[in-house]
């Protein structure tokens, strides 16, 4: 099993729960001088199911 992770934002939290990534963590961070939240999400998936 291999493991996918990403950083996503609000608007792009929706797009990847379809996808099957589940919410690990929110996260706010500051990037100059403005905070912002995002979610630390993952994704599992089979060797087999993957497309190199």
Known sequence: M????T???ITAK????KRGYKVINEQTVE???QLFTNF????FVKLSE???
Do not use: C, W
Request: without cysteine; positive net charge; aromatic residues 10%.
């Open 2 to 5: 291999q493991k996918i992770t």
């Open 7 to 9: 950083h996503a934002s």
């Open 14 to 17: 929706p797009f990847f729960e």
């Open 31 to 33: 990037l100059r001088g």
């Open 40 to 43: 630390l999400m993952i994704l």
């Open 50 to 52: 993957t497309k190199l």
